[in-house]
């Protein structure tokens, strides 16, 4: 490929980074290509090797691969198209508009065409949409020297050779997985089968979850996990390499989600200052919102905040304690599905759980805020009032109805989020703390009322 086929002369930025890079690994490029401009970047990549081309946009890290090949003529993309493995040609086709899309999809050959098709059919986040269909495979009537030839002239097209999977030679299913270590140790003249692990071998479905794709090789210790059709027969394979890029990238959702705020889908210095504001304001709006509940309720009491204006010292403490504990049960039960220690029919099991730790954290909160009053009360550091042994037993009881309603609540938004097939990083820390701020003033103000009722009120 020639640099001066682009139809723009290279940039300074271009020019710079051909000439600084030089020994740099592919790593080191992707991460110099990424703080490049769009145009610059696909300079820079017609006027690389091919192969070294195809490397880099091999990799997931690399941002805007999709924006570079729309962007390069037709010719240079369709070789770099070519050379690229096949489940990554089908991430990025997805994230071009269809004409762009059918512009590149018709300069395929026809077996990659119908293979990026087949990946394209499935849903993300399953096992079909992020599996790769180029694997090492032999009929189970080879031999160990033959199955090592095959590896010798494939493994420059294939996603990896650690594993070769063996199939019938007549149904072309299944039936065992060779690892390359025992491949390389056994006799040349030796069966393949005679070096194949033991066993059924483990498999995915097509339309199983990443998450579940993830827990299975992590359980049986794999590299790569075969996905198999209803009659056995191998679709693709799911490298743990693939596994780890998902996974970091819905974590990284989950975690902006859990911050109350909708997920960036990009880098944080890629993104403009519209953009950032329309997914952060959306979430702010409706926390406010909802805060301003908080101001309701504390009008609702406002004869007995006249009355007993003590009590308003305490409200800060008991809104922060209710959302702490909500958001600590929040992120325990959000953690444990997502690795599947719990399912929904679990929800029952949490809230046995989360009552008496509720009950108990918060008799240790309320214990707390119970001997700072006497303290300061003793020490002649506040005076509460005559009544102020009345009030530490309001603010005692309180935050054990406080803490407790924050841990159930926080506990079972979760729950309820994922049976209405919702993201149940939804329930997020801010959501939890603004609902419990809410019925924790309630909570302390109708405490008072029962405790203080004919002395303060």
């Not at 949409?129 to 095959?150: K, R």
Request: proline share 4%.
């Amino acid at each position: 490929m020639n640099i001066n086929r682009f139809p723009l002369r290279a940039g300074h930025a271009a020019r710079a980074f051909i000439n600084n890079s030089r020994g740099a690994t592919i790593a080191e490029r992707v991460d110099a290509l990424n703080a490049l401009t769009v145009q610059d970047a696909g300079r820079v990549l017609t006027g690389m090797p091919l192969d070294y081309a195809v490397n880099i946009l091999d990799r997931p890290e690399l941002r805007n691969a999709a924006q570079i090949l729309a962007l390069i003529s037709a010719d240079d993309a369709a070789r770099l198209l070519h050379g690229m493995s096949n489940d990554r040609v089908a991430d990025v086709l997805l994230e071009l508009d269809g004409e762009t899309r059918a512009r590149l999809f018709s300069s395929l050959d026809e077996p990659v065409r119908i293979a990026i098709q087949h990946l394209m059919g499935y849903p993300p986040r399953t096992a079909g949409g992020i599996m790769t269909t180029e694997f090492v495979s032999v009929p189970d009537s080879w031999t160990v020297a033959q199955t090592l030839d095959h590896v010798r002239q494939v493994e420059r097209s294939r996603e990896t050779v650690y594993a070769i999977y063996v199939l019938d030679e007549i149904s072309h299913a299944l039936q065992h997985v060779v690892t390359l270590r025992r491949l390389i140790t056994g006799e040349p003249d030796a069966s393949i089968l005679s070096v194949a692990q033991k066993g059924a071998p483990v498999s995915a479905d097509p339309l199983m979850k990443q998450e579940d794709v993830a827990r299975l090789i992590r359980k049986h210790d794999l590299l790569a996990l075969p996905v198999t059709d209803d009659h056995g027969q191998v679709l693709g394979i799911v490298t743990v390499d693939d596994v780890i890029d998902t996974m970091i990238s819905d974590t990284t959702e989950a975690a902006q989600r859990f911050g109350g705020m909708e997920a960036l889908g990009q880098p944080y210095m890629k993104i403009g200052f519209a953009g950032m504001i329309r997914k952060r304001a959306g979430w702010l709006a409706a926390l406010f919102l909802g805060e301003m509940l908080t101001a309701s309720a504390m009008q609702h009491f406002e004869g007995e905040l006249e009355k007993a204006v003590v009590l308003t010292l305490f409200i800060p403490l008991i809104m922060s304690s209710g959302g702490n504990s909500g958001s600590q049960a929040t992120s325990l039960i959000i953690r444990a599905l997502a690795l599947g220690e719990l399912k929904l029919s679990d929800w029952w099991r949490v809230l046995l759980r989360e009552l008496p730790t509720g009950i108990v954290l918060g008799a240790i909160l309320g214990l707390v805020g119970f001997i700072r009053i006497v303290f300061w009360q003793s020490a002649g550091l506040y005076d509460y009032g005559p009544h102020w042994q009345m009030v530490a037993i309001t603010v005692f009881a309180a935050l054990i109805g406080i803490v407790t309603f924050g841990s159930i609540c926080g506990s079972m938004l979760p729950f309820l989020l994922q049976k209405l097939r919702l993201d149940p990083a939804s329930a997020s820390a801010p959501f939890v703390a603004t609902l419990v701020d809410v019925t924790g003033l309630v909570i302390y103000f109708s405490v008072a009322l029962l405790i203080l009722s004919g002395t303060l009120l």
